[in-house]
């Protein structure tokens, strides 16, 4: 089994710093977007913002019970973001999702393998590391969204 540095940096490859599975991460391709790129809706895809917003909920509801507070986070309320209507409320967005991506593996690599095998929160939802093992698959999984969307919108002529 892995130890929590080796999650921790499976953690960062998708979000930060990585190529491995991917060939991106998400600074990577959230960074040369513009607020109307990730707004622009594409027929029922969501949106890029929407995408980024989710992840970062999750990311953000996680990493509160890795500090000592409860599971808050529910996922009807996942796709809720705030309005993004200018190229601050996109920065701002991202800039959270970059410090709470730094702050979720910095706590993720602090545990010990006795923590990663604790329950989390409650018995159905497992252990700690599942949960975070099941952010990282989620985050791959919608990664690969954004990237198809950014595709579409480059062919469309919405991206540079």
Known sequence: MENSNQIATRFKEVLLNGKWI??????????NVSWEQATCKIGTLNTIAALSYHINYY?????????????????KFS??????????????LLNEMWINSEKFANQVGLMTNE?????FVDKKYGT????????????????GQISLIRKILKESGKEE
């Open 79 to 92: 796709f809720d973001h705030p309005p993004i209507e200018s190229k601050e409320d996109w920065d701002h």
């Open 128 to 143: 700690y590391r599942r949960n975070i093992e099941g952010v990282i698959e989620h985050s791959y999984y919608h990664l």
């Open 115 to 119: 923590k990663l095998e604790e329950i």
């Open 59 to 75: 990311i953000s509801g996680v990493l509160n019970v890795f500090e000592g507070g409860a599971l808050e986070i529910r996922d």
């Open 22 to 31: 991917a060939n991106t991460n998400y600074k990577d391709q959230l960074s």
